[in-house]
């Protein structure tokens, strides 16, 4: 029985559509799996012609958040806690242990807290130097730092009424999720992904297989790197340059965040953005 051809997904085939739109490409061929070693997508000027351009496409989702997610999840989801009056909304630092002797112990602290009237307790020392605030006392920097030892960046009280006593709503960031009002973490971001496994063997495939042709790496950032997906919906453009191989052509930036607007970035361009949002609308989800 012949294997059964494996189509591009939906993230793939909207980076090439960004791309053909870009380059005035189309596709000649593509990575269906029939073969070990392809390229995800060979384009070119017409359907006739032979392959000008070769693109990969990572659209790795964040494992580690996921992973994370999945035990907030068990341990949170749907739960009334016994212990807190209160209403609570927590948010983890990427990493953070999450399971049943951690979770007891965080509903021992908010209980603490519910008891001396704390509503909200932050781990980021500038809030607790925010303009017409008194330094902060003892109380506020052992609170600090029982937040972090617990892994948690941020709580505070979003209700008191019965029907909220006992409920914990549980949120993460990782640490380039930090919606940042500037494009500092974009060039930092693409950097450790290529020093990860996935964008060390997209970048070799690319060396191996795009000899003689202008050679693509599209990276989709996780919707958790929200400084990435923030940066590039406001527009706004890195100062920085990322450690790109000579090689690479052009190296493409989306964000899962936002599907308005791309990053590329070219060692004679440096970072551009370009708005694309009428070819995302363009493009057709492939049918299950």
Not at 35 to 38: C, D, I, Q, R, S
Not at 88 to 99: E, K, L, R, S
Not at 164 to 167: D, K, Q, T, V
């Given at each position: 029985m012949p294997k059964e051809l494996i189509q591009p997904t939906y993230d793939e085939l909207i980076a090439e559509a960004i791309v053909n739109a870009a380059m005035g490409t189309v596709r000649i061929r593509f990575d269906d799996q029939s073969?070990?070693?392809?390229v995800d997508f060979g384009l070119g000027p017409?359907?006739?012609?032979?392959?000008?351009?070769?693109l990969e496409v990572s659209s790795k989702r964040d494992r580690d958040t996921n992973a994370m997610w999945q035990q907030i999840n068990r341990v949170y989801d749907g739960r009334v806690h016994e212990g807190p009056q209160c209403g609570?909304?927590?948010?983890?630092?990427?990493?953070?242990?999450?399971?049943k002797g951690v979770?007891?112990?965080v509903i021992a602290f908010l209980v603490d807290l519910e008891k001396r009237g704390i509503?909200?307790?932050?781990?980021d020392p500038a809030d607790l130097f925010q303009a017409g605030h008194h330094f902060p006392s003892t109380d506020n920097l052992r609170d600090t730092a029982t937040a972090r030892e617990l892994g948690l960046n941020v709580v505070h009280q979003i209700g008191n009424s019965p029907d909220?006593?006992?409920?914990i709503s549980p949120s993460s960031f990782v640490p380039t999720g930090i919606a940042r009002a500037t494009a500092d973490a974009v060039s930092p971001y693409v950097n450790d992904f290529l020093d990860t496994t996935t964008g060390a063997n997209k970048i070799k495939k690319l060396a191996a297989k795009g000899s003689g042709k202008r050679q693509h790496l599209f990276i989709w950032s996780d919707m958790s790197h929200t400084s990435v997906g923030f940066a590039l919906k406001r527009g706004w453009l890195p100062s920085d340059a990322p450690t790109v191989p000579d090689h690479i052509h052009t190296l493409w930036l989306g964000s899962f965040f936002s599907f308005e607007n791309v990053y590329t970035w070219r060692c004679e361009e440096g970072w551009r953005v370009h708005r694309?949002?009428?070819?995302?609308?363009?493009?057709?989800?492939?049918s299950s």
């Open positions: 073969a070990p070693g392809l017409r359907l006739d012609a032979e392959v000008t351009d070769v609570w909304a927590v948010q983890f630092q990427h990493g953070a242990t999450i399971g979770s007891n112990r509503t909200k307790v932050s781990a909220l006593a006992g409920r694309v949002a009428e070819v995302v609308d363009s493009v057709e989800p492939p």
